[in-house]
C-alpha cells in the first residue's frame, strides 16, 4: 500500500516556476514508477510525466517537453515536478500517482494522490 500527498501548487504568473512534490509512505517506494497527471476545469485528466523506478528513464507529454522536469528522491520517498515557463493553459489540479509497472502516459496506476492546484494567471 502506498499514500500520496501532492504539495507546492499555487498561483503564479505566467513565466514563472513552480515545483511540485509527491510525498510517498511505504519503504518500498523506490520500486514504484510515478506519474504526473492533471485535470483542467471541464477537461479530462491528462498526463504530464513519469519516472521509472531508479529514474533511469523519464518521459514526458509534448506540451510540456523542455520547461517541465520530473525527479525523484528516493532517500526522502519523494517525487518532484519542477515546472518552468509556465503558462495559463497549465493551470489544472495536479496529480501524481505510483505503481509497479512503467505505465508512463496509461492512467491505469494503482495509488493516486489528492491533487494540489496550480493556477498560472496571464
Known amino acids: 500500500q502506498v499514500q500520496l500527498v501532492e504539495s507546492g501548487g499555487g498561483l503564479v504568473q505566467a513565466g514563472g516556476s513552480l515545483r511540485l512534490s509527491c510525498a510517498a509512505s511505504?519503504?518500498?517506494?523506490?520500486?514504484?514508477?510515478v506519474g504526473w497527471f492533471r485535470q483542467a476545469p471541464g477537461k479530462g485528466r491528462e498526463f504530464v510525466a513519469a519516472?521509472?523506478?531508479?529514474?533511469?528513464?523519464?518521459y514526458y507529454a509534448d506540451s510540456v517537453k523542455g520547461r517541465f522536469t520530473i525527479s525523484r528522491d528516493n532517500a526522502k520517498n519523494t517525487v518532484y515536478l519542477q515546472m518552468n515557463s509556465l503558462k495559463p493553459e497549465d493551470t489544472a489540479v495536479y496529480y501524481c500517482?505510483?505503481?509497479?509497472?512503467?505505465?508512463?502516459?496509461?492512467?491505469?496506476?494503482?495509488?493516486w494522490g489528492q491533487g494540489t492546484q496550480v493556477t498560472v494567471s496571464s
Open positions: 500517482a505510483a505503481d509497479s509497472r512503467w505505465l508512463r502516459q496509461l492512467q491505469k496506476y494503482d495509488y
Open positions: 519516472i521509472a523506478t531508479r529514474a533511469a528513464s523519464t
Open positions: 511505504g519503504r518500498t517506494f523506490a520500486s514504484y514508477t
